[in-house]
């Protein structure tokens, strides 16, 4: 089932997720739902505050890359209740976009190799490091668990320069091919 993806201003989008336990009610079904949501929408990263949950799960199917770069493009995974374990010092840049702030790309650094604990949907623990492109990926759907979008990463001229597409956004003076619950 394909869920409406809740757009910049919606304030679940600023909140911490919440860890969920084992017992969370039709955890597969709300997981096959994200993927579909995402891929209907032609994106590569979807977090559950997206689609309105404040919960602490976040999906990825790189499948698009595969054609450039096999490995990249094998990449599709569904992470429970992630925490960054690392990340380091070293930064590399890349463009960004985001399902919940239609029609903005924003050049934006992030840590070029992560280490992150997550849950499979059958709650086995994984420790795994990324790096590239998929560490950046990983970072951006992080960053919505904890409340931040990757605007809040672009340098400040930059911001200022969005200012006005972020509050026609929330204007919800915005329009897209998927299905969107407005601010
Ligand atoms: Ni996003």
């Known amino acids: 089932m394909i869920l409406p993806i809740y757009t910049y ?3 679940v989008l600023r909140k911490v997720a919440e860890p969920i336990t084992v017992d969370y009610p039709e955890l597969s079904t709300l997981i096959t739902n994200m993927f579909e949501t995402m891929y209907h929408a032609e994106g590569v990263g ?3 505050p997206q689609v ?10 790189l499948a698009p890359f595969k054609e450039d770069d096999p490995e990249l493009g094998a990449f599709k995974v569904a992470m429970i209740n992630p925490t960054m374990l690392e990340k380091s010092a070293a930064e590399v840049s890349g463009e960004e976009g985001c ?21 499979d949907i059958d709650f086995n623990e994984h420790i795994e490091e990324f790096q590239g492109y998929k560490a950046h990926v990983v970072q ?4 919505h668990l ?3 979008l990757f605007t809040d990463r672009v340098t400040p001229i930059r911001r200022q320069l969005l200012k006005s597409r972020l509050t026609n956004i929330v204007k919800g ?11």
């Open 9 to 11: 201003g919606n304030a």
């Open 46 to 48: 979807l977090a559950a």
């Open 52 to 61: 309105g949950l404040p919960i602490r799960i976040l999906v990825i199917d």
């Open 99 to 119: 399902l919940s702030i239609p029609g903005v790309h924003e050049t934006v650094l992030r840590a070029e190799v992560i280490k992150i604990k997550y849950f």
């Open 140 to 143: 951006h759907e992080y960053d």
């Open 146 to 148: 904890e409340g931040h």
């Open 173 to 183: 003076k915005t329009s897209c091919s998927y299905k969107v619950k407005k601010a």
